[in-house]
C-alpha cells in the first residue's frame, strides 16, 4: 500500500562564533573544569554575541539545510522553528526566519515544548506533509539559552550553550513498509505535573520579565532516564524494530550521564550514540539537529540508516522519532 512519508532530504546548521570553554567561565563562576566535565561530559559551548538573535541562528542553520537539499527555498511551503528563546514575545521567529529566506507563501510558526522541541517540530511536520497540507518543510530548533541563564547559579549556567540545526523534509511516496525512507512513526508525551523541576520564573503574564533558568538537576535526571524509555518502546512496538535494527542513536545532548545512562538502558551499543553535548553544551531544541548535522557532514549517516531521535524537556515533556535517513 503506497503511504506517504516525510524524508529528510538535507540538513544545516550554526553555532556562533565565539567559544566559551570550562576554564573561561571558571575565572567568573565558582566552577571548575574537573567540576564541569565529571558532572556533564561538556567542554565548551558557543554563545551568541550582543545583537545575534535566534532568528539570525536559524536562519543561517536554513540556509545550510537549503543548500544541503539542493532546492530553491520558495519550495518551502511550512517553517516550523522549535525554540523557547524567540527574539519576541510575538510575532513567532519563524516568520522573521521566513522573511529572511524572502519567502511569501505557506504558513510559519513556532512551537515550544524546551528540549523536547525539535522532536515536536519534527512530528507536526510529518503530519502536515502525510495529510497533503504541505509538501516541503523547513523544520528548525534554535535556541540562544545563554540569554536565560543566571551566571550566579553554577549548577545550571554550564550546562548550556547557543546554536541552530535544520532539517528539509520532503513527502515523498513509499511502499508503507519499516523499509521506506522517512519519519516512520514518533510519538510525543507531557505531563505538567513536573513544571517545578525544571522552568524559567519570568514570563509576560506573570513577571512581565524574561526571568532566569531554574532546575532541580537531580530530579530531572532522575526522570530523563525513566521517561524516555515508554516513547522508545511504542517506536520498537509501532514498527516491530529493536535496538539491534538501529544504525544511529541521537539523543538531546543534554549531560553525558543522562546519555550513557539512557542507552546502556535501552541496550543501544555505545558506537551507535551521536554525541555532541562536549563540544556544544545542552543547546536546548537545537540539540538534535545539531548533532544530527555533525553526523551528516562526517559521513556517519548514509542513506538508509535507521536513526532513533530521543529528547526530554521541561514540562516536562519527551518524545521519540524513528526514521530512515
Known amino acids: ?23 573561561d567561565l571558571a575565572k567568573f563562576v565558582d566552577t571548575s573544569d574537573e567540576w564541569i566535565r565529571q558532572r556533564t561530559g561538556i567542554e565548551q ?13 536559524g536562519y543561517k542553520a536554513a ?23 524567540p527574539d519576541n514575545t510575538f510575532p513567532a521567529t519563524s516568520v522573521a526566519i521566513q522573511n529572511m529566506l524572502e519567502i511569501h507563501h505557506g504558513a510559519a510558526f513556532d512551537l515550544q515544548a524546551v528540549c523536547s522541541g525539535f522532536v515536536f517540530a519534527l512530528s507536526t511536520a510529518d503530519m502536515y506533509l502525510r495529510c497533503g497540507k504541505a509538501k516541503t518543510a523547513l523544520v528548525i530548533g534554535a535556541e540562544t539559552f545563554s540569554r536565560i541563564l543566571d551566571f550566579e547559579d553554577r549548577t545550571t549556567c554550564v550546562l548550556f550553550g547557543d546554536g541552530a540545526g ?7 511516496e513509499g511502499e508503507g513498509e519499516i523499509s521506506d525512507r522517512g519519519i516512520l512513526t514518533s510519538h510525543l508525551r507531557s ?4 513544571k517545578e523541576k525544571l522552568f524559567v520564573d519570568g514570563g509576560p503574564s506573570t513577571t ?6 531554574r532546575m532541580e538537576g537531580k530530579e530531572v535526571f532522575k526522570h530523563a532516564v525513566g521517561m524516555i524509555t515508554d516513547v522508545i518502546t511504542d517506536a520498537f512496538k509501532a514498527t516491530g524494530m529493536t535496538a539491534d535494527d538501529l544504525d544511529w542513536f541521537v539523543p538531546h545532548q543534554a549531560n553525558k550521564r543522562i ?4 542507552a546502556r538502558k535501552l541496550n543501544i551499543a555505545p558506537e551507535k550514540v551521536v554525541m555532541t553535548v562536549n563540544l ?16 551528516a557532514k562526517d559521513g556517519r549517516l548514509k542513506k538508509g540508516d535507521v536513526i532513533l531521535l530521543e529528547a526530554m524537556g521541561g514540562g516536562f515533556t519527551w518524545g521519540s522519532v524513528l526514521l530512515r535517513w
Not at 512581565?208 to 533558568?213: K, S
Open 191 to 194: 505531563d505538567g505535573r513536573h
Open 259 to 262: 546519555i550513557d545512562a539512557s
Open 280 to 295: 556544544h553544551g545542552n543547546t536546548s531544541a537545537a540539540s538534535i539537529p545539531l548533532a544530527l548535522d555533525t553526523a
Open 1 to 23: 500500500m503506497s503511504v506517504t512519508r516525510s524524508v529528510i532530504v538535507g540538513s544545516g546548521s550554526y553555532l556562533p562564533k565565539k567559544i566559551v570553554t570550562n576554564e
Open 63 to 85: 540556509i545550510e539545510a537549503i543548500k544541503s537539499a539542493g532546492i530553491d527555498a520558495q519550495e518551502i511551503d511550512l517553517i516550523i522553528c522549535a525554540t523557547a528563546t
Open 45 to 57: 559551548r558557543h554563545i551568541a554575541e550582543e545583537g545575534e538573535f535566534t532568528s539570525e541562528l
Open 208 to 213: 512581565q520579565t524574561t526571568g532566569h533558568l
Open 166 to 172: 535544520a532539517v528539509i523534509l520532503k513527502a515523498e
